[in-house]
């Protein structure tokens, strides 16, 4: 007799921007098959939920000959990879005696919580279950900023005031002109239909043009016009921009009276009335490698087609005062009237539409004096503790959902850090490059094994239900109830009695779910809005009534709070600021590195599955020039070094990149040889573990060579 075939619909969890429907086919207890959302948009601006080429391969990942399915203590030296089966009870008292003995000895500061972005988009099952332990166990050192764009959070803020930035996606159909900066959604996906809506729009007819160091997949579909730039010089191409705008008296007067201050400032700067220097497409020409024509005709097209969205990434804010790229960014916004406004956009994407507001995220417990160190300062804080003036003496390490050891850079010091730690702990799916230097390993499910709500990063107004299509591999738990039973052995009480079930529906109480059981079989519920999210549309339509969240009510060109911050290396006004002293290109290193976000994996995951690996490799992309000056040939083995260290891969010798400046895509778990250089291409083997003076992880400023390998 034929079993039969559930389809059980599941959200995706993981840190792309995305959140997506996967139905699992599941026969006997196994997924057999994945698909997608086939079902008909029925709200406006929600197209289907429909999943990307890793989603799609989520069997290759749930059921992966090295998918972890046992509890493991390690077995060898630190980091060494070994490790041997041992019992969950075993397990779970070993963590809670280390964990007991560190807090008598050190206080609850001793242990840090490297936890990180795995799970972003649970409600329930996300990495707060963590922090709550480590709250209720007595605190914790955690780590700070945003490694993703902690540059463009800072410029939102004191900008715009708010960090719910962006437009619904489908809100690009109306821009006449389109300029994905440093933007590439058909890799990075940043919301689960971006790529679909740029598609229509260029079918519609807007002129999407493409400003990168390299032609992106993006670039390539999308954009008529691809403008190469250094990295890290993008602001003053805006600046001259503005130049161009303001000499042609091409910019929104009655707009920036309105909504804006500061212009004025600006305007001196641009001008060269402050310094002198005239910020001419010449001048920016200098800076950018763009050819000074080439910036006039963008800067008039962008001023005089309405409305046109000035469409941003990350990767350019993740550089040295990567955060007046957004700030000239929004200030070229203004200057052409296209914030609040059906079309346009804002020169920075965070959130979109709220819909982290109708979820609540499982509660993080109390809030104990914690400690807390930059997330790039994690190796330092680790090797220097309070005697290097960091804020506790670290003696172990928590990490939950996260690769925190190969995601921020400097790898080395990673392993060198690591290797004094009296005690690690890790849950994950696969022995990571963090989890390989733990004590102990807890296997933990999947989304496919247990039952959640999530919510998309930041575009669309729908929520998931991912509902539990199988039961739990090998020995895998849950996080949350390995924590609960280590609570227990903790002497905790109260850290989790209530069932998922109730909790799901508690967390979803301002959700306006009405049918509780549709939602569950559907997996999603797409809100109906009144007319599209529009970014700030309500303090454009009535600034009187609806202020912006600065302290002048208005979008700040010049902002005082950054005035009176009184960091010498970031003005009050958007500014190009030149390398500094510390930033200058040692000759040693000629290369600027840039390291993307790519289709082939979501951070460091992913890239382990054979359907993924078939789809894109990882290379480094090098321009024929600089390749040919250096002997090399495509599909050549290179070795890039930097100041922190080196990496091995495969080089890819293409015009798609421009020269002096080599691309690694993020994301490859790192594998050191004997010398400490790594062999899988990790881009934090040569990114360092530096942040600018407002936090900011300029892992695109990094400099490198490249040599052929013998
Ligand atoms: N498939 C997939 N999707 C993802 C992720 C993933 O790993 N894989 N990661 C998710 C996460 S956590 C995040 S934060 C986002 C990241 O999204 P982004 O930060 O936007 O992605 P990146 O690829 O780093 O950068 C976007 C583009 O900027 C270009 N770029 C780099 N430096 C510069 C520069 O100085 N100037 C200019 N003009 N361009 C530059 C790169 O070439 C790239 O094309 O993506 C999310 N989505
Ligand atoms: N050089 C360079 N480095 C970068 C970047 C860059 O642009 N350049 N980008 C940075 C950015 S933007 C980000 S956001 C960070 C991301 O840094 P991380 O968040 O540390 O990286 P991920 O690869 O997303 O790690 C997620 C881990 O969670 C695990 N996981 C997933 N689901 C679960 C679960 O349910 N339970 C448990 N226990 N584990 C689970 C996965 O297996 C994976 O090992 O990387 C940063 N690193
Ligand atoms: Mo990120």
Same mark, same amino acid.
Request: aromatic share 10%; net charge negative.
């Given at each position: 007799?034929?079993?039969?075939? #559930?389809?059980?619909?599941?959200?995706?969890?993981?840190?792309?921007?995305?959140?997506?429907?996967?139905?699992?086919?599941?026969?006997?207890?196994?997924?057999?098959?994945?698909?997608?959302?086939?079902?008909?948009?029925?709200?406006?601006?929600?197209?289907?939920?429909?999943?990307?080429?890793?989603?799609?391969?989520?069997?290759?990942?749930?059921?992966?000959?090295?998918?972890?399915? +046992?509890?493991?203590?390690?077995?060898?030296? /630190?980091?060494?990879?070994?490790?041997?089966?041992?019992?969950?009870?075993?397990?779970?008292?070993?963590?809670?005696?280390?964990?007991?003995?560190? /807090?008598?000895?050190?206080?609850?500061?001793?242990?840090?919580?490297?936890?990180?972005?795995?799970?972003?988009?649970?409600?329930?099952?996300?990495?707060?279950?963590? +922090? /709550?332990?480590?709250?209720?166990?007595?605190?914790?050192?955690?780590?700070?900023?945003?490694?993703?764009?902690?540059?463009?959070?800072?410029?939102?803020?004191?900008?715009?005031?708010?960090?719910?930035?962006?437009?619904?996606?489908?809100?690009?159909?109306?821009?006449?002109?389109?300029?994905?900066?440093?933007?590439?959604?058909?890799?990075?996906?940043?919301?689960?239909?971006?790529?679909?809506?740029?598609?229509?729009?260029?079918?519609?007819?807007?002129?999407?043009?493409?400003?990168?160091?390299?032609?992106?997949?993006?670039?390539?579909?999308?954009?008529?016009?691809?403008?190469?730039?250094?990295?890290?010089?993008?602001?003053?191409?805006?600046?001259?921009?503005?130049?161009?705008?303001?000499?042609?008296?091409?910019?929104?007067?009655?707009?920036?009276?309105?909504?804006?201050?500061?212009?004025?400032?600006?305007?001196?700067?641009?001008?060269?009335?402050?310094?002198?220097?005239? #910020?001419?497409?010449?001048?920016?020409?200098?800076?950018?490698?763009?050819?000074?024509?080439?910036?006039?005709?963008?800067?008039?097209?962008?001023?005089?087609?309405?409305?046109?969205?000035?469409?941003?990434?990350?990767?350019?804010?993740?550089?040295?005062?990567?955060?007046?790229?957004?700030?000239?960014?929004?200030?070229?916004?203004?200057?052409?009237?296209?914030?609040?406004?059906?079309?346009?956009?804002?020169?920075?994407?965070?959130?979109?539409?709220?819909?982290?507001? #109708?979820?609540?995220?499982?509660?993080?417990?109390?809030?104990?004096?914690?400690?807390?160190?930059?997330?790039?300062?994690?190796?330092?804080?680790?090797?220097?503790?309070?005697?290097?003036?960091?804020?506790?003496?670290?003696?172990?390490?928590?990490?939950?959902?996260?690769?925190?050891?190969?995601?921020?850079?400097?790898?080395? #010091?990673?392993?060198?850090?690591?290797?004094?730690?009296?005690?690690?702990?890790?849950?994950?799916?696969?022995?990571?490059?963090?989890?390989?230097?733990?004590?102990?390993?807890?296997?933990?499910?999947?989304?496919?094994?247990?039952?959640?709500?999530?919510?998309?990063?930041?575009?669309?107004?729908?929520?998931?239900?991912?509902?539990?299509?199988?039961?739990?591999?090998?020995?895998?738990?849950?996080?949350?109830?390995?924590?609960?039973?280590?609570?227990?052995?903790?002497?905790?009480?109260?850290?989790?009695?209530?069932?998922?079930?109730?909790?799901?529906?508690?967390?979803?109480?301002?959700?306006?779910?009405?049918?509780?059981?549709?939602?569950?079989?559907?997996?999603?519920?797409?809100?109906?809005?009144?007319?599209?999210?529009?970014?700030?549309?309500?303090?454009?339509?009535?600034?009187?009534?609806?202020?912006?969240?600065?302290?002048?009510?208005?979008?700040?060109?010049?902002?005082?709070?950054?005035?009176?911050?009184?960091?010498?290396?970031?003005?009050?006004?958007?500014?190009?600021?030149?390398?500094?002293?510390?930033?200058?290109?040692?000759?040693?290193?000629?290369?600027?590195?840039?390291?993307?976000?790519?289709?082939?994996?979501?951070?460091?995951?992913?890239?382990?599955?054979?359907?993924?690996?078939?789809?894109?490799?990882?290379?480094?992309?090098?321009?024929?020039?600089?390749?040919?000056?250096?002997?090399?040939?495509?599909?050549?083995?290179?070795?890039?070094?930097?100041?922190?260290?080196?990496?091995?891969?495969?080089?890819?010798?293409?015009?798609?990149?421009?020269?002096?400046?080599?691309?690694?895509?993020?994301?490859?778990?790192?594998?050191?040889?004997?010398?400490?250089?790594?062999?899988?291409?990790?881009?934090?083997?040569?990114?360092?573990?530096?942040?600018?003076?407002?936090?900011?992880?300029?892992?695109?400023?990094?400099?490198?060579?490249?040599?052929?390998?013998?």
């Amino acid at each position: 007799m034929k079993s039969e075939i #559930k389809k059980v619909p599941v959200g995706c969890p993981h840190d792309c921007g995305g959140s997506c429907l996967l139905i699992a086919h599941v026969e006997d207890g196994v997924v057999k098959r994945i698909t997608t959302d086939e079902s008909l948009p029925d709200a406006p601006g929600v197209a289907q939920l429909r999943a990307c080429l890793k989603g799609r391969a989520y069997r290759q990942r749930l059921y992966h000959p090295d998918r972890l399915k +046992y509890p493991l203590k390690r077995a060898g030296e /630190r980091g060494s990879g070994k490790f041997e089966r041992i019992s969950w009870d075993e397990a779970l008292d070993t963590v809670a005696e280390n964990m007991l003995a560190i /807090r008598e000895k050190h206080g609850a500061t001793a242990i840090l919580n490297m936890s990180h972005s795995g799970t972003m988009l649970c409600a329930y099952h996300g990495k707060g279950c963590i +922090y /709550r332990l480590l709250n209720m166990f007595g605190g914790q050192t955690m780590l700070h900023s945003i490694v993703s764009n902690e540059g463009g959070v800072f410029a939102a803020l004191q900008t715009y005031g708010a960090v719910f930035t962006t437009s619904e996606r489908e809100d690009l159909l109306n821009s006449k002109m389109i300029i994905i900066w440093g933007w590439n959604p058909t890799d990075s996906v940043w919301g689960t239909n971006t790529s679909y809506y740029l598609a229509l729009a260029r079918e519609k007819g807007a002129r999407i043009v493409a400003v990168d160091p390299r032609y992106t997949d993006s670039a390539a579909t999308f954009a008529q016009q691809w403008i190469p730039i250094r990295p890290g010089a993008d602001t003053a191409m805006l600046i001259a921009m503005a130049y161009v705008i303001i000499e042609e008296n091409l910019y929104d007067k009655k707009f920036l009276d309105r909504y804006t201050i500061g212009f004025d400032k600006f305007r001196e700067y641009v001008m060269g009335q402050e310094d002198d220097v005239p #910020k001419t497409p010449q001048w920016a020409s200098e800076i950018t490698g763009v050819p000074a024509g080439t910036i006039v005709e963008l800067a008039r097209a962008y001023a005089t087609t309405k409305p046109a969205a000035l469409s941003v990434g990350h990767g350019p804010g993740r550089t040295n005062h990567g955060e007046q790229f957004h700030r000239a960014a929004m200030t070229l916004c203004a200057m052409t009237g296209n914030v609040g406004r059906s079309g346009g956009d804002t020169g920075i994407a965070i959130f979109g539409y709220p819909i982290q507001m #109708k979820v609540m995220n499982f509660p993080a417990g109390g809030s104990p004096e914690n400690a807390s160190v930059h997330f790039n300062k994690w190796a330092d804080a680790i090797i220097e503790g309070r005697a290097g003036g960091y804020p506790s003496d670290i003696k172990m390490v928590y990490s939950v959902a996260g690769n925190t050891v190969n995601q921020l850079g400097n790898v080395r #010091k990673a392993d060198r850090a690591l290797k004094t730690l009296e005690f690690m702990v890790a849950h994950d799916h696969f022995l990571t490059a963090t989890a390989r230097y733990a004590d102990i390993v807890f296997p933990a499910t999947t989304h496919f094994e247990r039952s959640d709500v999530m919510t998309p990063w930041c575009f669309g107004h729908y929520i998931i239900y991912s509902d539990k299509a199988i039961e739990p591999y090998g020995e895998c738990r849950n996080d949350i109830d390995i924590c609960a039973d280590l609570a227990k052995r903790l002497g905790i009480a109260g850290y989790n009695d209530t069932s998922e079930e109730e909790w799901l529906k508690y967390l979803t109480s301002a959700a306006e779910i009405a049918d509780w059981d549709e939602f569950k079989q559907r997996g999603f519920l797409k809100y109906e809005l009144d007319k599209p999210h529009i970014a700030f549309r309500e303090q454009i339509e009535d600034i009187e009534n609806s202020p912006f969240s600065t302290p002048s009510g208005k979008i700040e060109i010049y902002s005082q709070s950054i005035a009176d911050m009184q960091k010498p290396d970031v003005p009050p006004i958007p500014k190009y600021v030149a390398p500094q002293k510390a930033e200058t290109p040692d000759p040693q290193f000629p290369l600027n590195l840039i390291t993307g976000h790519s289709k082939k994996s979501c951070n460091s995951m992913f890239y382990n599955l054979p359907w993924v690996h078939e789809a894109e490799k990882q290379e480094i992309w090098i321009n024929s020039v600089d390749a040919g000056a250096r002997g090399i040939k495509n599909g050549d083995m290179v070795k890039v070094t930097s100041g922190v260290g080196a990496t091995i891969l495969p080089a890819r010798v293409t015009e798609r990149i421009i020269p002096g400046t080599v691309n690694i895509d993020q994301g490859m778990q790192f594998q050191l040889n004997a010398e400490g250089i790594d062999t899988v291409g990790c881009a934090n083997a040569v990114c360092p573990d530096v942040h600018t003076s407002v936090d900011v992880t300029p892992y695109n400023s990094t400099r490198v060579q490249v040599e052929k390998m013998a």
